[in-house]
């Protein structure tokens, strides 16, 4: 069983950054696919951004393409996200979650998930 545990949310005005981080414990860190979600008010859950075991490879939604970067610290067993550029648009509550893999674009991949945290961007 994983725990995930994500912090780094709150209130940015449109332009600025936020860094996302999660911290996951109860299981081998390195052997999942690590994923950010996130959803926004009304809304279905929607994939932003994975990174694979080690790192080597990473995915990302096409809206957040060249503003946002995911890594990983397997020695920490971390997950991050950086948000630049940051829009209304991506107000959103964001997860973070565990894959034992598949789809990593797929919420039905993730086994194991976060309680979110919300990220306001004011226009």
């Known amino acids: 069983q994983v725990q995930l545990v994500e912090s780094g949310g709150g209130l940015v005005q449109a332009g600025g950054s936020l860094r996302l981080s999660c911290a996951a414990s109860g299981g081998t860190f390195s052997s999942y696919v690590m994923g950010w979600f996130r959803q926004a008010p009304g809304k279905e859950r929607d994939f932003v951004a994975a990174i694979s075991w080690r790192g080597a490879r990473t995915y990302y939604a096409d809206s957040v393409k060249g503003r946002f970067t995911i890594s990983r610290d397997n020695a920490k067993n971390t997950v991050a996200l950086q948000m630049n550029s940051l829009k209304p648009e991506d107000t959103a509550v964001y997860y973070c979650?565990?894959?034992?893999?598949?789809?990593?674009?797929?919420?039905?991949?993730?086994?194991?998930w976060g309680q979110g945290t919300q990220v306001t961007v004011s226009s």
């Open positions: 979650a565990a894959s034992s893999g598949g789809v990593v674009t797929t919420g039905r991949t993730y086994a194991y």
